[in-house]
Each structure stands twice: as structure tokens, then as C-alpha cells.
């Protein structure tokens, strides 16, 4: 299949596959749904991707957290070695059971 891609003010001839066309169209409709901080975002990531030197690939994710985020974080995880735990399931049943005395 035969695409072609004009960037740079020059046109390049870029032989595709279906899959590939089907991946670049995909790419496309998730890119025109972002909003601009989102797609600065994706834009300087590809470009560390493409030049093989991407900081954000490479950044700790901790480092990005607001201090709130970090604080709620350690309480979750203090939280899960206390009594204060409990099973996904104990959860579920408790709030079925608020639920079906509402009705």
C-alpha cells in the first residue's frame, strides 16, 4: 500500500502495509480528540522516542506527583499493613447492602 506524508515541505513516499494504515489511522483519531497540553505532551514524548533520549520515558513517575498525591499514596500504604484494610469483596457486600436498603 502506498502512502504519503508531506512533512517538512517535501513529499515522502512511505510504503505501508494494511496493519500499519490501520495503526496510523487509529493514532490519528486519538491525536484529534486531545486537547493542546495533552498533545504537547504526546508530541515532545515521540520526539524523545524518535531520537532515542526521552526523559519523560526515563523520569521517575514518583517525581511528578503533587505532595497531596504522594501523602495520599503513603497513607494507602500505611493503611494496608493496619486493621484498617479491607477485602475488595467485604466491600463490594457492604455496599450492595447500602444500596438495597435505599430501595
Known amino acids: 500500500m ?3 506524508s508531506f512533512f517538512s515541505s517535501s513529499i515522502t513516499v512511505i510504503y505501508m ?3 500499519e494504515i490501520q495503526l496510523r489511522d487509529q ?4 491525536l484529534e480528540g486531545m486537547d493542546r497540553k495533552l498533545l504537547q505532551r504526546v508530541y515532545d514524548y515521540t520526539n524523545g522516542l524518535i531520537a532515542g533520549t526521552n526523559d519523560a520515558v526515563n523520569e521517575d ?3 511528578s506527583l503533587t505532595d497531596e498525591q504522594k501523602q495520599i499514596i503513603d497513607q494507602g500504604i500505611a493503611e494496608s499493613g493496619s486493621d484498617e484494610l479491607i477485602s475488595e469483596k467485604e466491600m463490594s ?3 450492595k447492602a447500602l444500596f438495597n436498603n435505599q430501595i
Open 2 to 4: 502506498l502512502g504519503i
Open 17 to 19: 502495509n494494511r496493519s
Open 27 to 30: 493514532l490519528l483519531y486519538l
Open 61 to 63: 513517575w514518583w517525581d
Open 93 to 95: 457486600l457492604k455496599v
